[in-house]
């Protein structure tokens, strides 16, 4: 599909992620190679699951909804 390949290099950098901070690597390597796994699936997330109109809808309230 159109996301495997997102799908794929998300779980590579997050195993990278993994292995880098089992083997000893500087923490900063580990942190930003987990931090992109982590972004990657949040937007992954995002344009996948979440419908086009929903964060339009959650701001919008009709006149005599209470806040």
């Known amino acids: 599909g159109r ?3 997102w799908t794929v290099a998300r779980l590579a950098v997050t195993a990278a992620g993994a ?3 089992l083997v000893g690597a500087p923490a900063l390597v580990a942190f930003a190679l987990l931090g992109a796994g982590e972004l990657i699936g949040r937007w992954l997330f995002y344009v996948t699951v979440v419908p086009l109109d929903m964060p339009g809808s959650f701001w919008r309230h009709p006149a005599e909804a209470p806040r």
């Open 19 to 21: 292995a880098a901070g």
């Open 3 to 5: 996301f495997a390949p």
